[in-house]
Every structure is written in structure tokens, then in C-alpha cells.
């Protein structure tokens, strides 16, 4: 495992960081902290932000840095990193949520990745293998909903997304409600648990 850090990082120094995928993974093998590099995360208050780390960062360690200027947008329009930094590791609230049946999704081993002490990791999942940006390593809708379970779409929906989002499903496509009302869509409720809650029905759209 050495051997092959080695070899990534003097791969990365030979040329500019975005010539190649960033690797979280070799980042944290080094025991760099998450705001080492993401130090604005601190008092952000807009998901506007960017929390990208600045050449001025990478550049101790990367001479010839090429950052990335923009990040990639996600479908939270409001997000406010410093109010919940400030509530601590949350990742046993998720847990607690996950053991009472209460979790809005299926958490697949999502279970075992919560023991950490680690505030950013309690959201921010799988850094410690991730060898490429990817929406997999963002928050999940269902950890949100743990805390924020008030939900009356669609006004529940402009708390955290822009009002001109995108957000249905591919499934509701024309004629949605005439085929899931048939049956033949075999829809499992608990599938539209994440948007529409548990306790949801039918008269609440219809």
C-alpha cells in the first residue's frame, strides 16, 4: 500500500492535480483533516459556496496546481455548512434513525459507515475509499429528512431546492398517476417514502 501511495503522489506532483481524477483516498491516507483543505466549509452559509480548496492550499504540496474553479452543482439550492458543523457529529442521530425503522430509504450498509467521530464523514461517506469525485461520497435526501421530517411537498420541497428544480422521479412520466392508480406499476410505498413521507395518501395528492 506504500508503494502504491508513493506512486500516486509523485504522479500527482509530476503535473497538474487536474490532470487526473482527485482521490480523496491518497488526500486522507496523509492524515489531512477535512478542513485542512476545505477550510471555508467552516462559515459557509450558502449552497452557493465554493468549498473547493484554493491553489494556495494544493500549491504546498502540488508547485504546478491547476484547481478546478467552480464546483459541481447539486439539487440542494440552500444549505448552510457552519449552522450544522456547529451541531457536531450527527452521525448517531442518523444511526439512531436507522435503528428505529425510521429511516426514509433503504440503508444498505449505510449502518456500518456512521461509526465515525468524524462531523464531516457523518454526511460525507466513503471519503476514505473514494479515488474520484462523485455525488455517491454527497449527503443522502433520507439523512436530511432524520432531522428535517416535516413533509408536505410540494411546499416542504423550497426549503432546501429552488422552486424551478426538476425533481420528480424518471417514473412520473405522463400518465404517472393513471398507471401507479392501476396497479400496474407495482409501486412499493415505501419507495415514495423519501419524498412524500410515511403517512402519506392518496387524497394528499389527489
Same mark, same amino acid.
Given at each position: ?11 500527482? @506532483?509530476?503535473?497538474? $492535480?487536474?490532470?487526473?481524477p ?5 488526500? *486522507?491516507?496523509?492524515?489531512?483533516s477535512?478542513?485542512?483543505c476545505?477550510a ?6 450558502s449552497?452557493?459556496?465554493?468549498? *473547493?480548496? !484554493? %491553489?494556495? $492550499? ?6 504546478? $496546481?491547476a484547481?478546478?474553479?467552480? =464546483? ?19 452521525? =448517531?442521530?442518523i ?13 444498505? #450498509? ?7 467521530n468524524?462531523?464531516? %464523514?457523518?454526511?460525507h461517506?466513503?471519503?476514505?475509499r473514494?479515488?474520484?469525485i462523485? @455525488?455517491?461520497?454527497? =449527503? ?5 429528512l432524520v ?7 410540494? &411546499?416542504?420541497? %423550497?426549503k ?6 426538476? @425533481? ?5 412520466? =405522463?400518465? &404517472? &398517476? #393513471?398507471?401507479? !392508480? ?8 415505501a ?16
Amino acid at each position: 500500500m506504500a508503494h502504491y501511495l508513493q506512486g500516486l503522489i509523485a504522479a500527482a @506532483l509530476a503535473g497538474p $492535480v487536474a490532470a487526473a481524477p482527485f482521490s480523496h483516498a491518497v488526500h *486522507l491516507q496523509l492524515k489531512l483533516s477535512c478542513v485542512a483543505c476545505h477550510a471555508a466549509a467552516l462559515t459557509s452559509a450558502s449552497a452557493d459556496d465554493n468549498l *473547493l480548496p !484554493s %491553489e494556495r $492550499v494544493c500549491s504546498g504540496c502540488h508547485p504546478h $496546481v491547476a484547481v478546478r474553479r467552480a =464546483p459541481t452543482r447539486t439539487m440542494a439550492a440552500k444549505f448552510n455548512h457552519q449552522l450544522h458543523l456547529k451541531l457536531g457529529n450527527i452521525a =448517531p442521530v442518523i444511526a439512531a434513525a436507522i435503528d428505529r425503522g425510521a429511516y426514509l430509504s433503504p440503508p444498505g #450498509d449505510l449502518r456500518r459507515a456512521l461509526n465515525t467521530n468524524n462531523a464531516c %464523514e457523518a454526511c460525507h461517506r466513503g471519503m476514505e475509499r473514494a479515488g474520484a469525485i462523485s @455525488l455517491e461520497n454527497f =449527503p443522502k435526501m433520507a439523512d436530511c429528512l432524520v432531522c428535517h421530517n416535516q413533509i408536505e411537498p410540494p &411546499f416542504s420541497c %423550497e426549503k432546501c431546492h429552488a422552486p424551478e428544480q426538476t @425533481l420528480k422521479p424518471a417514473s412520473h412520466a =405522463p400518465g &404517472f &398517476f #393513471d398507471e401507479h !392508480s392501476s396497479g400496474k406499476l407495482k409501486l412499493d410505498k415505501a419507495s415514495c417514502a423519501v419524498c412524500h413521507g410515511r403517512t402519506f395518501h392518496c387524497q394528499g395528492c389527489h
